[in-house]
């Protein structure tokens, strides 16, 4: 398969290759950025998904099929990718099988020596964010940046809010640092495939807090209990609805989903606070997070900006969709 200049990186050569045994869940075709306009093709452990907003080229499969019998992988599944997926159903969302064996209902993939279950029967969602691969790995080793830890004392007593917590992958990482997590979603199904992850890594789900309901309401009310945190993570879908605060767009939102969040983030703790709307700067970004967190009167001391990870590079004059930043704040 043809690839552009990003394969360069000996790392990701070696990641793209299957030579890290500890992680087989990334992002082999990032569109233009590696030669293909409009076709994005991951690695979900033994399957492989491409993405397009057009049926697949004759090119395109010929590449996936090598792709696959590189890797020696079962099967590959195509789904088109659709901008409006809000207005899509389950089984128009789910992708279908193109070649190969089909994958069962959930099957495990490995990242970062931790193995989380996916679904590609489930909708438009796997289970696992790959372009969070690598901020998940900074929880692990308690290690944003040089000199600056995630956690200021033993994670082994640490406390860890994860807001919009899907299948809790920041969890998993987080507990297995040593951190107590807690985690709120609007989605029961989703709690309870985290609770499969957990269990799955050996960590008891009954030792972690699990909070069904709507994030904002909930960051309303631990405030007022007087929780804290040693890290207030947030990393809110596009677009949500729900029955107690209507639709939440993450663009136009940003601003009081730090403002509810500061509070909960004890002195010196972390915020880290992401968003994937590719119709938000970064400077916007940041200025929103900035107005949340002085209404709330608290302000950032440490900071750092995560770039995307290595699989998922950028086409040239091609702005990053991805926005994270790990905030120390006091």
């Not at 990242?111 to 696992?128: A, I, K, M, V």
């Not at 909070?211 to 945190?229: C, P, S, T």
């Not at 440490?302 to 590079?313: C, E, G, N, T, V």
Request: net charge positive; proline share 5%; with cysteine.
């Amino acid at each position: 398969m043809k690839l552009g200049s990003s394969t360069k990186s000996p790392m990701l050569r070696n990641l793209r290759a299957g030579a890290c045994l500890k992680t087989n869940a990334y992002r082999l075709v990032n569109g233009e950025a590696d030669g293909w306009e409009n076709l994005y093709v991951d690695r979900l452990g033994q399957f492989l998904l491409a993405q397009s907003p057009n049926p697949l080229a004759k090119a395109e499969v010929e590449a996936t099929i090598e792709w696959k019998n590189k890797l020696r992988l079962k099967g590959v599944y195509y789904r088109k990718l659709d901008r409006q997926v809000q207005f899509s159903t389950k089984r128009m969302a789910s992708p279908r099988l193109l070649m190969g064996l089909e994958a069962p209902d959930t099957f495990e993939v490995k990242e970062n020596g931790l193995t989380f279950y996916l679904s590609l029967s489930q909708g438009y969602s796997t289970g696992l964010f790959l372009d969070m691969r690598q901020n998940r790995q900074r929880l692990i080793k308690n290690l944003v940046a040089p000199d600056f830890p995630v956690f200021q004392f033993t994670p082994n007593k640490s406390r860890v809010l994860n807001i919009f917590a899907y299948t809790c992958a920041f969890s998993v990482c987080a507990a297995s640092a040593g951190a107590t997590t807690y985690n709120i979603d609007l989605s029961r199904r989703y709690l309870e495939r985290g609770q499969g992850n957990m269990r799955r890594n050996g960590f008891e789900p009954e030792h972690h807090g699990f909070i069904y309901g709507d994030a904002l309401d909930w960051m309303k009310r631990l405030a007022k209990r007087g929780e804290f945190y040693d890290l207030v993570i947030l990393d809110p879908p596009t677009f949500s609805r729900s029955k107690k605060s209507g639709l939440f767009l993450a663009k136009r939102d940003y601003p009081l989903l730090a403002e509810l969040a500061a509070p909960l983030v004890r002195k010196g703790g972390l915020l880290l606070a992401c968003c994937n709307t590719a119709g938000l700067s970064e400077k916007k970004f940041l200025q929103d997070v900035k107005s949340g967190l002085h209404l709330a009167e608290r302000h950032i001391i440490k900071s750092f900006s995560a770039p995307q990870p290595i699989d998922f590079p950028l086409a040239p004059n091609d702005p990053s969709y991805l926005k994270v930043w790990w905030l120390k704040i006091n």
